[in-house]
């Protein structure tokens, strides 16, 4: 690995991209039922391990006095926290290498998450063929973010603004499924038809365990966003947000738990329900590491300037924005505003208040002063500024952005 970062700061932000990476391919692995991809997360493994050992390196060599290792100690926290969150993408993998099984009506229900991961084939005449990724700003234009790409049986998992997509390329993406539609325009792709789940509409145990399931992943998906942005802004309220996340993950494993035993004394195969409790572990693990992560801004400790410094320069951006009164998102709900696909941005959380809503839902209206984080492309940080009332300057002195009101 000749390309790979050789400071402490840049190593941070590569893992953290890195384990983003094998968790959207390790679920695409399941959605797709694709063994090729759960192999990719493995292979990724090998880089991660080379990143976390060198990474922990570094950290020992930059303790020099004892002052200095109260602060690398949170450093060499959310390392560990990085790891086990690439350790649970391979585990989500192992549904596929390992041949657990899943509901058909999980793989159905995914569709209906807060993010869902996609797969594109790109036409030959199309509006993306022999073009480069950047000309098209597709998590400002559609929402969704490449994530991989398959040329023939070659996988490409660093996927960047000068990459030309060829027709024959198969894209993998994830985000707002409301962003599918136009992608497969772009691709000039047929028109998507969602996996259905079985016609049988009366609620069972199993029919409950799967749709908590897609609420865990959702939720822990959101307490690991959280626990970064936690650590970008030392946000004490953000990182109690991520203990209560946790404490929630836990209680709704337990209860999936309930509901996949009831439903093997069904007339049941019992072989799906092995996936099943497999992913909610998952789900529960994720919302650990988000909670382990933040733990040092949760007791006041010391945070790493370094934490800051590479977190913030990672693919997506962390930001918090108000909601200036009389600007054009006050009293609108987001599903109106529809910030997902433009500026391409993912609300993490709203605080009104003391009070925090995680993952507000489409029908959350926005009220002046209202607090918004979110993450998204760098290059959509002024459009949504713009958004909530405000205009984007960077003080040359301090180095930092200022919002001036438009």
């Known amino acids: 690995m000749d390309d790979r970062p050789n400071n402490l700061r840049s190593m941070l932000a590569e893992a953290k991209n890195l384990s983003e990476l094998m968790v959207d ?118 929402g969704m973010r490449i994530f991989a790409a398959r040329r023939g049986r070659q996988w490409i998992t660093n996927v960047d ?57 959702d939720l822990s998906e959101a307490a690991v966003g959280l626990a970064y942005s936690a650590l970008v802004l030392n946000n004490r309220g953000l990182a109690a947000e991520v203990q209560q996340l946790e404490t929630r993950l836990d ?23 092995r996936g099943l409790l497999h992913l909610a572990r998952v789900a529960e693990d994720l919302g650990d590491q988000a909670r382990q992560m933040t733990w040092v801004v949760e007791q006041g400790e010391s945070v790493h300037p370094i934490l800051e410094l590479a977190l913030g320069e990672s693919d997506e951006v962390v930001v918090e924005f108000p909601i200036a009164p009389g600007a054009a998102a006050e009293g609108r709900t987001l599903a109106e505003l529809q910030l997902n696909l433009e500026p391409g941005f993912t609300v993490l959380a709203l605080r009104r208040g003391a009070r925090y809503f995680y993952r507000p839902g489409g029908a959350q209206q926005l009220m002046a002063n209202d607090e918004i984080i979110a993450s998204g492309p760098d290059e959509g940080r002024e459009q949504l500024a713009a958004r909530f009332g405000w205009r984007l300057l960077r003080n040359d002195e301090s180095g930092e952005d200022e919002l001036v009101p438009v």
């Open 251 to 273: 209680s709704m494993n337990d209860r999936l738990e309930l509901w996949v035993l009831r439903a093997a004394k069904e007339d049941l195969d019992p072989s799906p329900l």
């Open 25 to 142: 391919i390790a679920y695409a692995s399941v959605y797709f039922g694709s063994e090729e991809m759960a192999a990719e997360v493995g292979e990724l493994e090998e880089q991660m391990n080379e990143l976390v050992h060198d990474m922990r390196q570094l950290c020992v060599l930059a303790v020099r006095r004892p002052r200095d290792a109260e602060g690398m100690s949170s450093v060499l926290q959310v390392v560990s926290a990085i790891e086990r969150i690439a350790n649970d993408a391979v585990d989500i993998s192992r549904v596929m290498t390992h041949r657990l099984g899943i509901p058909a009506e999980l793989v159905a229900d995914l569709s209906d998450a807060a993010e869902v991961s996609h797969r594109v084939l790109v036409s030959e005449g199309s509006h993306m063929a022999n073009r480069p990724v950047a000309d098209f700003e597709l998590p400002v234009a559609t």
């Open 161 to 217: 603004g000068d990459y030309i997509m060829l027709s024959g390329d198969v894209l993998f993406l994830r985000g707002s499924p409301a962003g599918i539609v136009r992608l497969r325009e772009l691709a000039a792709a047929p028109v998507w038809e969602p996996p259905r789940p079985p016609e049988d509409h009366w609620i069972s145990d199993l029919d409950r365990a799967v749709d908590l399931l897609v609420e865990m992943k």
